[in-house]
């Protein structure tokens, strides 16, 4: 079975430029999830989906990120403009059911971002 | 709030010796789920264990064990004999008991180095 996909894996951009990332879940996973890890932290959640909608975006800076999940399988996540301290590896996650026991969150990759 | 201390940053080791890796949580949760996760230099977090709040049975897996202590909020991880492989940053991570799906509070690692 393959894992989550992410790209792109590296970006570097000046402040102000605009940066988008995919990302593309495990088949069937109905729940996607948008976290930042700035350097020497934990991963922070920043906007969460089910299917196509969106669960928990309370930690999501909407005045610069955006993120979409329109057919409820691929996902988006859009910095602009971007800032200094947006520097951070951005990790894509799903999880299989959406209700019932606790379902495991399987990480891609990460795609890492530097502001300069 | 839920809350995740991991108060030891960075620990190295000696290969061989034993280790031990601890976490504090805090929740106003009844029920809630813990996990340890281990990010290798590669960047993807890869999950280790899950502990739902009702079972307080500690756990051994190969090397790894874990010790869940309700009375005093820990839930500690220790790796027996470690290796040179076992380098990478641990992180310890909680969530509530809700029967669906819902976002990690991760805290903020530590960073464990093995050498020869």
Known sequence: EAG???????????????????CNPISGHATLYWYQQILGQGPKLLIQFQNNGVVDDSQLPKDRFSAERLKGVDSTLKIQP?????????LCASSYKTSG???EQFFGPGTRLTVL | ???????????????????????VYETRDTTYYLFWYKQPPSG?????????????????????SWNFQKSTSSFNFTITASQVVDSAVYFCALTKHT?????????TGTRLQVTL
């Open chain 1, 82 to 90: 971007a800032k200094l301290e947006d520097s951070a590896v951005y």
């Open chain 1, 101 to 103: 026991m606790y379902n």
């Open chain 2, 99 to 107: 029967g669906t799906a819902s976002k990690l509070t991760f805290g």
């Open chain 2, 1 to 23: 709030a839920q809350k995740v201390t991991q108060a030891q940053t960075e620990i190295s080791v000696v290969e061989k010796e034993d280790v031990t890796l601890d976490c």
């Open chain 1, 4 to 22: 989550v996909a992410q790209s792109p894996r590296y970006k570097i951009i000046e402040k102000r430029q605009s940066v988008a990332f995919w």
């Open chain 2, 44 to 64: 993807e977090l890869v999950f280790l264990i899950r502990r739902n709040s009702f079972d307080e049975q500690n756990e051994i897996s190969g090397r790894y």
